[in-house]
């Protein structure tokens, strides 16, 4: 049966994971990147993204307390909010509140750069491992899964960048972005299945309803890779020689790109919470 | 804007989609089990889980009686084996529904059923 809360905390679990991975990898592309910190749309997009990231984690822990009294008015229950606040996802949230502010507010530290900022997003990155099915796993898995959420932010954050810039700047990004992510992106698999397989167990593992959700992801983040493979070797060097035409093609497929990891992250958001891991 | 499309349209999706989800349960075994038909009331309702789990609220629900609160003041921190004494309604199915915290920070909540003939 349909249960609205559970169907609220999931859609606030994935609105936490893509509004907060995108502040997090446009932070990571700007430090990386002098054409994106050049431009004037990327600090209001990441500091708008970080507040709504620190919403969706705040609503997120509202609704755990609304699951633990089966009222609306857990959420302001004093007793089962410090019950919560002393677990792990009180630890979470403080990261996540502490980080995305830190993300926030990182135009009064202009002096220092993007320093406080990056500080900021590893926190929220690491908020992530510190809760959840991999909080008991070892530290290598915990590390494993740290790596995969920053190189997957660091891909989503640079779509958005990329679909508003004019043809040539989007050139120079896009090449920019290709030549760090040609070295990225396998370490993003590498980490994903070192994870998938502490979690799974092993092959038997993967006939469990969590083992054929993570090959389902497994085979969306396959278009990923096969969507970045055309923007990279087809797309992006096509826009010097026709960039208006190859623009419109290349926002097609950014769209594209987008709305996997979109699938892919609403997936993630459902089967863990839904599904235990085998091993 | 495209880009705030796609985000606008899978949020709603994923609410919609997700209203399917359950938090997972870790109750490994219930005194009645799940589905028993018994010939008497019995006098509490034990519940063993994986791990440790901070009970938050239970619910005896029977048909004549409507739904009933059982008292968890006897159980304080996490525990994996609970006992809560519950009181004889009379024939018919009761349906325990419960609710906790796990420690690792999950929200669980889960139910399971009896007969009394």
Known sequence: MA??????????KFGLSLTGLLAIGLTLNAALFAELRASTFWRPMTIGFALLAAIFAAVGFAL??????????????????????RTQAGEALLLRLLGFGLIAASPLFSRIGLVPALIGGAMSIWSFASVGHVSDQPFYAQAALSLHLSIAAFWLGILLPLWRAAPAKAAVLGRQFGRVALWLVPLLFVAGLALAATLVGGLDGLATPYGLALLIKVALAAILLGLGA????????ALDLTPVQSKTRLNRSLATEAAVFCLILLGTAWFTSSLSPPA | MRFAQVLFVSLVFGSLAAGLASAHSPLRETVPGDQAVLATAPAAIEMVFDDGIRLTRVELAHPDHG??????????GFATDYSLPMSDLGRGTYRVTWRGLADDGHAMRGAFSFTVE
């Open chain 1, 230 to 237: 055309l923007n990279k070797f087809r797309l992006i060097p």
């Open chain 1, 3 to 12: 249960d609205p809360v559970a169907a609220i905390a999931v859609a606030a």
């Open chain 1, 64 to 85: 755990q307390a609304v699951t633990l009294t089966g009222e609306l008015a857990g959420m302001a229950d004093p007793e089962i909010l410090g019950l919560l606040w």
């Open chain 2, 67 to 76: 739904e009933i609160e059982l008292d968890l003041s006897g159980s304080d």
